[in-house]
């Protein structure tokens, strides 16, 4: 089980936008930054977004990312064929001084 | 180019052990912290090892803590995990990842490599 929550799955069609949720405690998500990953399988996991909110310079503006108190959020606009994949959000715990990793949620681009 | 290159994957039976090895180039491996974060089959991803950049501090997963040792040789601009009493829970993709924060603690996770195949059966 992980420590970080996520939904197991979201699907939309191309073109829509979609939303990831990542659900936390005061010492995970409540006490530090939230960072959130692609993975395709066969594929390394690639940096989305940083710091809660920052996004590296080649990731196209249409991925978002912000937080409120211990959850966090994923969002994709303009949904195209090539963002299935599975979406991971990730954080430190400052109580347990270890990285916690949500349990990944599926896109479907339908 | 930022590369990390892992190695020293394998089969081992249950109780055994092995070292992966994880060769840095194209960044300051000596100033950068680094983690190893594997991806079970059929599992999503999780953080098993950090280690700061000097006087090192580290940090365990549960699942791995008391069995596995992280360690760094900086001259080598090499990453270890050192990893005992293995169990086919262990199985796993094993990457050696960079650090995007120039401390240890709260952590981002900006560079990757290709991975290491670490199974464990009888």
């Known amino acids: 089980q992980s420590v970080l929550t996520q939904p197991p799955s979201v699907s939309a069609a191309p073109g829509q936008r979609i939303t990831i949720s990542c659900s936390g405690r005061?010492?995970?998500?409540?006490?530090?930054?939230v960072s959130w990953y692609q993975h395709v399988p066969g594929k390394v996991p690639k940096l989305l977004i940083y710091?809660?909110?920052k996004r590296p310079s080649e990731i196209p503006d249409r991925f978002s990312g912000s937080k409120s108190g211990t959850s966090a959020t994923l969002g994709i606009t303009g949904l195209q064929n090539g963002d299935e994949a599975d979406y991971y959000c990730?954080?430190?715990?400052?109580?347990?001084?270890?990285?916690?990793f949500g349990g990944g949620t599926k896109l479907t681009v339908l | 180019e930022v590369k990390l290159v892992e190695s020293g994957g394998g089969l081992v039976k249950p109780g055994g052990s092995l070292t992966l090895s994880c060769e840095a180039s194209g960044f300051s491996f000596e100033d950068s912290v680094m983690h190893w974060v594997r991806q079970g089959p059929g599992k999503g991803l999780e953080w098993v090892s950090g280690i700061s950049w000097s006087r090192p501090s580290t940090g365990y997963a549960d699942s791995v803590k008391g069995r596995f040792t992280i360690s760094r040789d900086n001259a080598k601009n090499s990453l270890y995990l050192h990893m005992n009493s293995l169990t086919p829970e262990d199985t796993a993709f094993y990457h050696c990842v960079r650090d995007g924060r120039g401390w240890y603690g709260d952590p981002f996770f900006l560079d990757w490599g290709q991975g290491t195949l670490v199974t464990v059966s009888s």
């Open positions: 005061s010492s995970s998500i409540g006490a530090n930054y």
């Open positions: 710091d809660d909110d």
């Open positions: 990730a954080t430190w715990d400052s109580s347990l001084r270890i990285g916690v």
